[in-house]
């Protein structure tokens, strides 16, 4: 799904990254409660820092500055935003069916960097995308253990 180059895989992971995040803040938007808009517009924010990390090794790989197509908005995982909301349909009720998209959102991008990282032959890319491939378990384990607490209530 990439050329197996950085490039184009910074490209994909760039976008997807950008993308969610908007959907996230479109989410927050959409939520009844303040803790699901504030959830959201943290997971927003730790997406952020994945633009940021992506952006800062792209500046080490390569020697032109990267570029950041637009495509239609897909969000992690590929799925476009625009059929998510679609198939929401306004308000998604609770901030268990909101933690609960989180996860399997989060869960596909693990699964984008895992794939990612076996992609790149590079020892220090593919350990780039080994260690964003971490930071996504650990956004799965902080969405798991608001679950956990919400559910415990």
Do not use: W
């Amino acid at each position: 799904f990439v050329n197996g180059d950085f490039s184009s895989s910074f490209s994909m992971a760039y976008q997807m990254e950008s993308n969610l995040k908007n959907f996230y803040l479109l989410l927050s938007e959409d939520s009844i409660s303040n803790a699901e808009k504030e959830m959201l517009r943290q997971m927003a924010l730790l997406e952020d820092g994945h633009m940021a990390k992506l952006q800062n090794k792209y500046k080490n790989q390569q020697t032109s500055a990267p570029t950041i197509e637009t495509e239609p908005e897909m969000i992690e995982g590929g799925i476009d935003s625009a059929t998510m909301r679609m198939a929401l349909a306004g308000p998604l009720g609770t901030a268990e069916s909101v933690l609960q998209l989180a996860m399997k959102l989060e869960a596909q991008a693990l699964d984008l960097y895992s794939r990612l990282a076996k992609e790149h032959k590079d020892s220090d890319v593919a350990q780039f995308f080994n260690s964003m491939a971490r930071e996504e378990q650990t956004h799965l384990q902080r969405l798991s253990k608001q679950l956990d607490k919400l559910l415990e209530n």
